[in-house]
């Protein structure tokens, strides 16, 4: 399990660089340029890609915190509101 999580990890770090890195001006201007639509094989890959990692939280998450999460995010005050 450890050998999965670690590369699970650095898949995931390794992406988020990418992203981040050299890639970020282009998913910018695919997905998030105000003056036109979403690329539409980009916008499929990046819904596909967030699908993939909330399924993963489900799996990784321990119930009891999913469960705190919603709870206390439904009652939980903003800070311009404290």
Do not use: Y
């Not at 979403?38 to 990046?46: F, G, R, T, V, W």
């Not at 206390?72 to 311009?80: A, N, R, T, V």
Request: aromatic share 4%; charged share 20%.
């Amino acid at each position: 399990m450890d050998v999965v999580l670690t590369d699970l990890t650095h898949s995931l770090r390794s992406a988020l660089q990418n992203l981040n890195g050299s890639a970020r001006p282009l998913l910018q201007d695919a997905l998030h340029d105000t003056d036109k639509l979403p690329d539409p094989k980009i916008s499929s890959l990046a819904s596909d890609a967030l699908d993939a990692l909330s399924e993963l939280r489900l799996l990784l998450e321990p119930g009891h915190m999913i469960l705190a999460h919603h709870f206390f995010g439904k009652f939980s005050l903003l800070p311009s509101q404290a």
